[in-house]
């Protein structure tokens, strides 16, 4: 498997012991791992990082598992598999009723976890073009179609844009007031693929304000900020 198709994988886990070795047999078997040791450290990797499955502790410092999955629920459809030391069945069906994808209890065999992610995975995989259905980003009347993968402008017209641009965009559009840095927009759109001194954020969203600045030397929609990185302004709106 190749580094851009390795699927990131988040392990929100308090127990140092369990995170670190579930982190180090995932990455022997071609995950990208980002461990949270609880809701806050959870959201920021999520704020800064494409997660594409979530391994949620139930028990967990602060809000516990189970709130966190409804909460994640209530934004986000990205797979959650969720790991306990309970066994009770109760647990289990309230996990699965607040929407997580799966559940596996405490002690587990690793080679288990892993086929369980991939099993998420591939269903999730299967499913996308679904999922995708019906979702529009609109900002300062401009819309991006999700499902359709089109930019339109705010006449309805459709404005040619690459693949890179459009995920490039779409990653801004995800995080509207948010000053992200160049290394945070190349692992949200490009997995890490590309290389340390890669500089291919700031040609692409040079391409981006020629489609939809009013002036391009001075943007208001995506804005430069000095040793930090780029700041999408416009409020966004979902359909």
């Not at 647990?91 to 405490?106: P, S, T, W």
């Not at 980003?137 to 993968?149: E, I, P």
């Not at 006449?155 to 490039?168: C, K, M, P, S, Y």
């Amino acid at each position: 498997m190749t580094q851009s198709a390795a699927p990131h994988i988040l392990v929100v886990e308090d127990d140092r012991e369990i995170s670190a070795l579930v982190a180090r047999y995932l990455r022997g078997n071609d995950c990208r791992v980002t461990i949270a040791g609880d809701g806050r450290e959870m959201d920021r990797a999520l704020a800064e990082s494409r997660i594409d499955l979530i391994v949620l502790d139930l028990m967990l410092p602060g809000e516990d598992g189970f709130s966190l999955c409804r909460r994640l629920r209530e934004t986000s459809q990205i797979p959650i598999l969720m790991l306990t030391a309970k066994s009770e069945e109760v647990d289990r069906i309230l996990g699965l009723e607040l929407g997580a994808d799966d559940y596996l209890g405490k002690p587990f065999n690793p080679r288990e976890l892993l086929a369980r992610i991939r099993a998420i995975l591939r269903r999730v995989s299967a499913e996308a073009p679904e999922e995708d259905e019906r979702k529009r980003l609109h900002f300062a009347g401009w819309t991006l179609d999700v499902s359709l993968r089109q930019l339109l402008s705010p006449e309805g017209a459709r404005v040619a844009i690459t693949g890179a641009e459009f995920d490039l965009l779409h990653a801004l559009c995800l995080r509207p007031g948010r000053v992200l840095s160049r290394d945070q927009l190349l692992d949200l759109t490009q997995g890490r693929a590309a290389g340390p001194f890669e500089r291919s954020i700031d040609v692409l969203v040079s391409r981006i304000r020629q489609k939809i600045e009013r002036d391009t030397r001075n943007p208001e929609y995506i804005r430069t900020i000095r040793s930090g990185g780029y700041l999408f302004t416009p409020e966004v709106t979902r359909s």
